[in-house]
């Protein structure tokens, strides 16, 4: 008979092994988070449902997480007569798990905005939960690790933001890896000069679809749209173009004449042009949307180029994302790191370093009441130093023991017996080399120290 499967599909349990794994990725975007001087900020898991809902397009909104209201509310399940999903919704939730972090940031900006120093630069690592299809490396919970920097609108900010994509995954070891960068101005340009029956929200999200649904289904979109067989083979080319970044501005504004489209193009050429010292390959991408509402200026996504994996991390600017709230506190741009697709890289590339996987140093094993005593006196010591260890418990089977301790993972195992009890010394066994020696308990110290 099978073991039963208690879980929820698209929630996870994690190992001592896969937790450390993962600090390991958020204690370094931590440290370079502040390095480059942003704060971190802890929000609720819940909201209100007013704050997340009509944020995140329709298509978003299906995947919020509700939570029903509390007490007897059903009682008054016959006053509504309706079908309709949302009004039903709103009867029976007011409250909802958090999609992202970026709309409670934007609520706690407006609600603490005296408190304040701006431009505001956080940091926020917390799990987010969406009603998605599970898949490989998408899930219905997983933690978002967003940057954000609110109350400019100048594109230092931006790019700083790329400097720190570049600098993390140098830091961790993954090469390959393309920042696509794109700006929601040109594509409104775009939309703008297209005389298609449909808004730029729709446009945009028929665009990020490319990747899942192919080209066709956006040229399909068109088409329903009633786009002109012209356009659509000018903007066939734009999704195509192989050229240099500075050729694809060249060629977008000489195909494209607007307002919108020159102010996007000006940006990225600034944003190009100030990040040419990073190590990480910038490519303009006119397919990249982000269908998100809020996007109004450059957007960026970080893919491998060693691996289809989906997207590792995104973002962009937003300005007055405040104001849904009641005040508009100025410009903002963020970036976000796709932690689940981070790790599964750095694990199928055996990237992590290898100490991840140590457990204890010195593991002590239990050979009756006398020895044990001795044997937490030196734990003690031992951890007085700062060396990890530990005594076994039980006095049971010296096998049983050692076999624990090398599942553990232990760098040394030390027994204390009678002679041991008689010279004041340990017993020393390499767990990874097999060897033994006699150490003093400063001897001890001074070994793994020196290590």
Do not use: H
């Not at 802890?42 to 995140?56: A, C, D, H, Q």
């Amino acid at each position: 008979m099978g073991t039963i499967n208690y879980s929820l599909s698209g929630m996870r349990d994690f190992n001592f092994l896969e937790v450390r794994k993962r600090n390991y990725i958020i204690n370094n975007l931590t440290k370079l988070f502040e390095l480059y001087g942003f704060s971190p900020l802890e929000t609720p898991s819940m909201e209100k449902r007013s704050v997340l809902f009509g944020k995140y397009g329709d298509e978003g909104d299906k995947l919020i997480y509700q939570v029903l209201k509390s007490g007897n509310f059903l009682s008054k399940i016959n006053d509504i007569n309706t079908q309709d999903y949302k009004e039903l919704s709103n009867f029976i939730s007011d409250k909802a798990l958090r999609y992202d972090l970026t709309i409670p940031f934007a609520r706690y900006v407006v609600q603490n905005s005296q408190d304040i120093t701006f431009p505001f630069k956080r940091y926020q690592i917390q799990k987010v939960w969406r009603a998605d299809r599970p898949q490989k490396g998408r899930y219905r919970e997983f933690t978002q690790c967003d940057v954000d920097v609110i109350g400019s609108s100048s594109l230092w900010s931006e790019c700083d933001l790329i400097s720190i994509y570049s600098d993390f995954f140098n830091i961790i070891g993954l090469k390959n890896i393309s920042l696509n960068i794109n700006n929601r101005k040109i594509l409104e340009g775009i939309f703008d000069s297209l005389d298609i029956k449909t808004d730029f929200t729709s446009f945009c999200i028929s665009i990020d679809k490319i990747d899942k649904a192919g080209k066709e289904y956006f040229y399909d979109f068109l088409d329903q749209k009633k786009c002109s067989k012209v356009q659509s083979k000018l903007i066939a080319k734009l999704f195509e173009l192989k050229l240099s970044n500075s050729d694809k501005l060249q060629y977008i504004k000489s195909n494209f004449i607007n307002e919108k489209v020159n102010s996007g193009v000006e940006e990225l050429l600034f944003i190009l042009d100030k990040t040419k010292s990073c190590k990480i390959d910038i490519s303009i991408d006119f397919s990249l949307a982000r269908g998100i509402d809020y996007y109004t200026g450059s957007i960026f996504e970080v893919i491998s180029k060693d691996k289809s994996i989906g997207s590792l991390g995104g973002g962009g600017r937003y300005d007055g994302l405040t104001k849904m709230f009641g005040k508009d506190l100025g410009s903002g741009v963020g970036i976000s790191f796709g932690l689940e697709r981070i790790y599964m890289l750095l694990d199928e590339f055996n990237l992590f370093p290898k100490s991840i996987n140590k457990s204890t140093d010195v593991f002590f094993v239990n050979l009756g009441e006398k020895e044990a005593c001795i044997s937490q006196k030196f734990v003690n010591i031992l951890r007085e130093k700062g060396i990890s260890s530990e005594l076994f418990p039980d006095c049971v089977k010296l096998k049983k023991q050692m076999s624990y301790s090398n599942k553990k993972n232990s760098k040394y195992t030390a027994m204390i017996g009678e002679d041991e009890l008689n010279t004041g010394k340990i017993n020393l066994r390499n767990m990874t080399t097999g060897d033994q020696e006699l150490l003093t308990i400063d001897e001890l110290i001074k070994k793994i120290k020196n290590e």
